[in-house]
């Protein structure tokens, strides 16, 4: 029986080309312990990636750090989120900050996120314009 808790590979950003179409073509937000680099769909419907760069430390600590990433990730109800492909980026403070707080933060970029990629119409009615 399949894990229903892993996510599909059809989710996942894979392949190098989707990760230069995100990071070329997308914009970023940030916060204290996670970056979230995003941008449209490169292949119809949105996908994920979970990264942890070296400066965070050896692969021990990497390896915390995405599991993490993807259990904040998967208690958020992940693709429901936003309909951008995301690579989610861990920063050095995510190993030692409070679970708690990281999930905290994590969906409020979420909402940041969401904020951004509202058609400019939408914005425009909610402040009266």
């Given at each position: 029986?399949?894990?229903?808790?892993?996510?599909?590979?059809s989710s996942r950003i894979i392949l190098k080309r989707q990760f230069e179409h995100i990071f070329s073509?997308?914009?970023?937000i940030e916060g204290n312990s996670i970056r979230i680099q995003f941008c449209?769909?490169?292949?119809?419907?949105?996908?994920?990636a979970f990264v942890a760069p070296r400066r965070i430390g050896n692969a021990v600590k990497r390896n915390l750090a995405k599991r993490r990433l993807r259990e904040i990730y998967r208690l958020a109800q992940g693709?429901?989120?936003?309909?951008?492909?995301m690579v989610i980026i861990a920063k050095a403070p995510l190993i030692t900050a409070p679970f708690i707080s990281a999930?905290?933060?994590?969906?409020e970029l979420i909402a940041r996120l969401q904020k951004k990629n509202r058609p400019n119409d939408q914005i425009s009615r909610h402040h009266g314009n």
């Open positions: 029986m399949p894990d229903l808790s892993c996510l599909p590979k073509w997308g914009n970023r449209s769909p490169y292949s119809g419907h949105p996908k994920v693709g429901a989120m936003t309909p951008s492909d999930q905290d933060q994590f969906v």
